[in-house]
């Protein structure tokens, strides 16, 4: 077998477990709650801890990843991420059930920032669009069959189910890495540039701040003394970073890296689209459950053309950026993204099964279109020595777009249903129509996304390129 295809299946099950891991446990939530006898708001924090920690360190293990051998930081945060997964699933009280996710977090961080740095290392610069394609197929996968997986779990097992199930396929996922992936070459230690810690302490710092306004801000209020704090404690964290990147001799984030119009649009891109895809995610469940008094059973067969049109249309999008280049493919998908959440904003009232199915369709291949070349396109970009910081900084983006989105959508929510029951709808109206708003409204940022992936330059493909760093991605 050939070393490049090895790798794909050394991260096969990286790329499918946390996705999976997720799905099924928002399912699990209210009873959850119900066993460890707390309220709804305090039993979300077994998903937002977890994101908080991921989401903050993914910077700081991409350019770790630079530094030190990527399969070895791989196969130690997929077997941290297991360790989280059983101390989650055998938990005595909720403390240590927070305590085993913030572990998952952690081990979650150190797969993420450099899955994508193995699987365009392992790959020529021609095919680097597939290869992030197929990659995609297991998150996408693990996204499609979670909530069947936690229904199952929930109807034949207990909560801690949703939790231990990670367990062997987190081992099979290890045994996969240790047998399937390569070492990169190692700097020598003479020549190794020194880890930047306290760009690493400023940056991780910086992005908690804000992820703990995003995720909570609603609930304590914009105006309280904690979410005007952190804003304040975000800015300062953030200047800081910003100074000391451009002074450390090897800093964390190389600043010049976003001088490229690539690179950067890229960047913008992942968190737009990530954005309005994840008001998609929050939305739709409240609007076919809440809104329309869907069971959650036909909700769920509803919520599934959306993953099954990424599963299918990400490897054929990669396979055409690598010929085409990334530009019209993500801001096509987008454009298509946009008009599906305009095509749910007009449904009116009561629409039926074969009213939903096409725009959610739509959506799922509009963001099936995006996602691989986009992913490319940041990849690419970059000289080798940063691979791994270009990787963590794409999963930052990623994870910043999706808080971004669950924000959003609950502000938008919030600010238009007083509106609509102002203006005498019923409660059930006006909770459909509130949702039709927050609908237009990830259909305005989903447009602002094609944009951005229009202004990148001529994002050709890495097979006709010309560009240094992306002729040396393989080194």
Same mark, same amino acid.
């Given at each position: 077998?050939?070393?490049?295809?090895?790798?794909?299946?050394g991260?096969?099950?990286?790329?499918?477990?946390?996705?999976?891991?997720?799905?099924?446990?928002?399912?699990?939530?209210?009873?959850?709650?119900?066993?460890?006898?707390?309220?709804?708001?305090s039993?979300?924090?077994?998903?937002?801890?977890?994101?908080?920690?991921?989401?903050?360190?993914?910077?700081?293990?991409?350019?770790?990843?630079?530094?030190?051998?990527?399969?070895?930081?791989?196969?130690?945060?997929?077997?941290?991420?297991?360790?989280?997964?059983?101390?989650?699933?055998?938990?005595?009280?909720?403390?240590?059930?927070l305590?085993?996710?913030? @572990?998952?977090?952690?081990?979650?961080?150190?797969?993420?920032?450099?899955?994508?740095?193995?699987?365009?290392?392992?790959?020529?610069?021609?095919?680097?669009?597939?290869?992030?394609?197929?990659?995609?197929?297991?998150?996408?996968?693990?996204?499609?069959?979670?909530?069947?997986?936690?229904?199952?779990?929930?109807?034949?097992?207990?909560?801690?189910?949703?939790?231990?199930i990670?367990?062997?396929?987190?081992?099979?996922?290890?045994?996969?890495?240790?047998?399937?992936?390569?070492?990169?070459?190692?700097?020598?230690?003479?020549n190794?540039?020194?880890?930047?810690?306290?760009?690493?302490?400023?940056?991780?710092?910086?992005?908690?701040?804000?992820?703990? @306004?995003?995720?909570?801000?609603?609930?304590?209020?914009?105006?309280?003394?904690?979410?005007?704090?952190?804003?304040?404690?975000?800015?300062?964290?953030?200047?800081?970073?910003?100074?000391?990147?451009?002074?450390?001799?090897?800093?964390?984030?190389?600043?010049?890296?976003?001088?490229?119009?690539?690179?950067?649009?890229?960047?913008?891109?992942s968190?737009?689209?990530?954005?309005?895809?994840?008001?998609?995610?929050?939305?739709?469940?409240?609007?076919?459950?809440?809104?329309?008094?869907?069971?959650?059973?036909?909700?769920?067969?509803?919520?599934?053309?959306?993953?099954?049109?990424?599963?299918?249309?990400?490897?054929?999008?990669?396979?055409?950026?690598?010929?085409?280049?990334?530009?019209?493919?993500?801001?096509g998908?987008?454009?298509l @993204?946009?008009?599906?959440?305009?095509?749910?904003s007009?449904?009116?009232?009561?629409?039926?099964y074969?009213?939903?199915?096409?725009?959610?369709?739509?959506?799922?291949?509009?963001?099936?279109?995006?996602?691989?070349?986009?992913?490319?396109a940041?990849?690419?970009?970059?000289?080798?020595?940063? @691979?791994g910081?270009?990787?963590?900084?794409?999963?930052?983006?990623?994870?910043?777009?999706?808080?971004?989105?669950?924000?959003?959508a609950?502000?938008?929510?919030?600010?238009?249903?007083?509106?609509?029951?102002?203006?005498?709808?019923?409660?059930?109206?006006?909770?459909?129509?509130?949702?039709?708003?927050?609908?237009?409204?990830?259909?305005?940022?989903?447009?602002?996304a094609?944009?951005?992936?229009?202004?990148?330059?001529?994002?050709?493909?890495?097979?006709?390129?010309?560009?240094?760093?992306?002729?040396?991605?393989?080194?």
């Amino acid at each position: 077998m050939a070393p490049k295809w090895r790798t794909m299946i050394g991260v096969s099950l990286g790329a499918f477990c946390p996705p999976l891991g997720i799905s099924t446990i928002s399912i699990g939530l209210p009873v959850i709650a119900a066993s460890l006898h707390q309220p709804l708001t305090s039993t979300e924090w077994v998903i937002v801890i977890y994101t908080l920690v991921i989401t903050a360190l993914l910077m700081t293990f991409g350019r770790l990843g630079d530094l030190v051998s990527t399969k070895r930081l791989y196969v130690i945060g997929f077997s941290v991420f297991t360790l989280g997964a059983f101390a989650s699933g055998l938990s005595p009280g909720f403390g240590w059930l927070l305590a085993g996710r913030a @572990v998952q977090g952690l081990g979650g961080a150190m797969m993420f920032s450099v899955a994508a740095a193995i699987v365009t290392r392992a790959f020529p610069p021609s095919e680097r669009g597939l290869a992030l394609g197929i990659n995609a197929v297991f998150i996408y996968a693990g996204l499609t069959v979670g909530p069947l997986v936690g229904a199952f779990v929930l109807l034949t097992s207990s909560w801690r189910g949703l939790f231990l199930i990670s367990v062997p396929l987190g081992i099979a996922g290890v045994l996969l890495a240790i047998l399937f992936l390569d070492d990169r070459e190692v700097p020598a230690t003479r020549n190794r540039p020194r880890f930047d810690l306290i760009g690493a302490l400023l940056g991780s710092l910086a992005l908690l701040c804000l992820l703990l @306004v995003l995720s909570q801000g609603p609930t304590w209020g914009l105006s309280s003394p904690a979410t005007i704090g952190l804003l304040i404690a975000c800015a300062g964290l953030a200047l800081g970073f910003q100074r000391w990147e451009r002074r450390a001799a090897a800093p964390i984030v190389d600043l010049s890296m976003f001088a490229d119009r690539l690179f950067s649009a890229a960047l913008a891109s992942s968190v737009l689209a990530y954005l309005a895809i994840f008001m998609l995610n929050l939305l739709v469940p409240f609007y076919l459950i809440h809104g329309l008094g869907f069971d959650y059973f036909h909700a769920g067969i509803l919520l599934t053309p959306v993953p099954i049109a990424m599963v299918v249309f990400a490897p054929i999008s990669g396979w055409l950026s690598d010929r085409i280049g990334s530009r019209l493919l993500t801001a096509g998908g987008m454009l298509l @993204v946009a008009g599906s959440f305009y095509w749910l904003s007009r449904l009116g009232l009561h629409p039926s099964y074969a009213d939903l199915v096409p725009p959610l369709l739509i959506n799922g291949v509009g963001t099936g279109l995006f996602t691989s070349p986009n992913n490319s396109a940041v990849m690419g970009a970059v000289r080798p020595g940063r @691979v791994g910081t270009a990787a963590g900084l794409l999963a930052t983006s990623r994870n910043l777009g999706m808080a971004l989105g669950t924000a959003t959508a609950a502000a938008v929510i919030a600010l238009r249903l007083p509106v609509h029951l102002a203006d005498h709808l019923s409660p059930t109206a006006a909770t459909l129509v509130a949702y039709q708003d927050g609908f237009l409204t990830a259909g305005v940022v989903a447009l602002l996304a094609a944009m951005t992936s229009m202004v990148r330059g001529s994002a050709r493909s890495a097979a006709t390129a010309t560009r240094p760093a992306e002729q040396q991605v393989m080194g």
